[in-house]
């Protein structure tokens, strides 16, 4: 019998490199736990009823930036084009199957791709925790990954102006994941506090400071910081796309960086009450994973510990803000605590990798770039970094603050929640279930606003 022709996506299959495609298949897997997590998180932080609230924006999140990641975000983050987007060549993942990136399938490059981007997504909404409407989120995240991330991962990765242009160096994420997820969250709580159309105009919504309070549940953070720890290590190695050394380095800095940022968190909240804090523990390491992403694939293991506790002290000081009778009286609302860790982490990442990334690890991974200023004298890269930065925050913010309130501006997705459901928590509001009834005995009687009335100062 005559041997049946190779089909041509089985052929290109057999060029592609099964160890690689096995391990970038396995990272795939661990890092789409980062997401759901992410709103565990949230629910961790948030008052015990909201809880639930503040984890469903990262489940829609999941199914939503599936969605628009196949449709249209694939094509315009790696599709080959402009400074700013990409082709419509791969519109609805048109001969997206198994043709090599690098030496891996393309689909499974997606897929991993699809990862950061829901991973981006699902830390920026948690801007609306406490006070948002879950309703509007969905066309928020339809959008924002269409005209937010996918043009900017499409700069810094995709061949674009930030990337091929000025050549950046930013090996995970320091501008797409954290300066992107960072600004985008502070344009949303900003909006929420000072909103422009529907929800301004509505006489049973009065934008308000939400008062400070504890950690909802502890557990959540146990387990968030568990599974968030463990997964970023495969978010950092998988980053190259190959099993080499550079992914074994990735991952080893990963961990590293992360364990200085929650100790020396630790060591300063004992130092100031004498207690241990799994608190402080989570965000020390959230800050030292923030650090160590856009470097991961360019530092050495000295740096990165280093970095680890630049990262702590620094996210540390700027958490403070929220606690200011300047954030009260401005309704700063930092709930989630981005701005401080993934919007200032992410900047000063993003400048410290042009300052300390070294060619030679570089090389580990077959890759050639010039360097940073203390080790190869590349005082260039600097500056380039700097500009990253600027970029990634200004596209960010500004783009995050017009895409919410244009959906603000359309009748019944008025993005802020109605006084009276803020007030008994949104989970009762919002949502049919809840997670947990935790009281402390000094918040037996809290509400989110001063005697449970929301008025303007």
């Known amino acids: 019998m005559p041997e049946m022709a190779v089909s041509p996506v089985l052929a290109a299959w057999e060029a592609c490199d099964k160890t690689d495609t096995l391990f970038v298949l396995i990272c795939t897997v661990i890092c789409w ?56 060549k791969h519109f609805f993942h048109k001969d997206v199957l198994s043709e090599p990136v690098g030496t891996i399938p393309a689909i499974l490059f997606s897929e991993f791709q699809l990862v950061f981007e829901a991973t981006v997504c699902a830390i920026a909404v948690g801007g609306f925790c406490e006070r948002g409407r879950l309703l509007p ?43 992107c997820s960072g600004a985008t969250a502070t344009a949303i709580s900003i909006y929420l506090s000072y909103p422009l159309f529907r929800s301004r105009k509505s006489d049973i919504r009065t934008p308000t400071h939400i008062r400070i309070h504890r950690p909802g549940n ?4 146990l387990l968030s910081l568990i599974i968030i720890w463990g997964s970023w290590l495969a978010f950092d190695a998988g980053t190259t796309l190959a099993l080499n ?21 630790n060591l300063m909240t004992f130092y100031e009450t004498g207690k241990w804090s799994i608190d402080s523990t989570f965000m020390g390491a959230i800050s030292g994973l ?12 000295p740096t990165a510990f280093f970095f ?53 690890v570089a090389a580990y991974g077959g890759v050639e770039v010039a360097g940073g200023v203390f080790f190869d004298g590349n005082i260039r890269q600097a500056w380039v ?22 959906i603000d501006c359309v009748p019944g997705f008025e993005v802020l929640a109605v006084d009276k459901h803020i007030s008994q928590g949104l989970d009762m509001n919002e949502v049919e279930e809840f997670l947990g009834n935790l009281e402390y005995p000094d918040e037996v009687d809290y509400t989110p606003t001063s005697k449970g009335n929301i008025s303007l100062e």
């Open 33 to 88: 736990t980062i997401v759901p997590t992410v709103g565990i998180a949230y629910s961790g932080y948030t008052w015990k009823r909201n809880a639930l609230h503040a984890a469903m924006p990262s489940i829609l999140t999941i199914a939503t930036c599936s969605i628009q990641w196949f449709i249209v975000g694939y094509t315009l983050a790696y599709g080959e084009g402009g400074w700013f987007f990409g082709s419509l």
């Open 137 to 179: 989120v969905i066309p928020f995240i339809f959008l924002w990954a269409t005209f937010i991330y996918c043009p900017l991962a499409h700069m810094v990765w995709g061949g674009g102006l930030l990337g091929e242009g000025l050549g950046v160096l930013d090996f995970a994420g320091g501008t797409p994941v954290h300066v």
């Open 218 to 221: 502890s557990f959540f953070q």
């Open 245 to 265: 050394f550079q992914s074994v380095m990735a991952l080893c800095v990963t961990n590293l960086c992360a364990a200085s940022g929650a100790l020396t968190w």
């Open 290 to 301: 923030v650090m160590i992403t856009p470097s991961a694939g360019f530092i050495d293991m």
């Open 308 to 360: 680890g506790i630049f990262g702590a002290l620094l996210c540390r000081q700027a958490l403070r803000i929220k606690f200011t009778k300047f954030a009260h009286h401005w309704r700063w609302v930092d709930n989630g605590d981005t701005f401080a860790t993934h919007c200032i982490g992410g900047v000063a990442a993003t400048i410290m990798t042009g300052l300390f990334a070294k060619k030679e």
């Open 385 to 406: 970094q700097m500009v990253e930065a600027i970029v990634g925050f200004t596209w960010a913010f500004c783009g995050s603050y017009i895409i919410i309130a244009l």
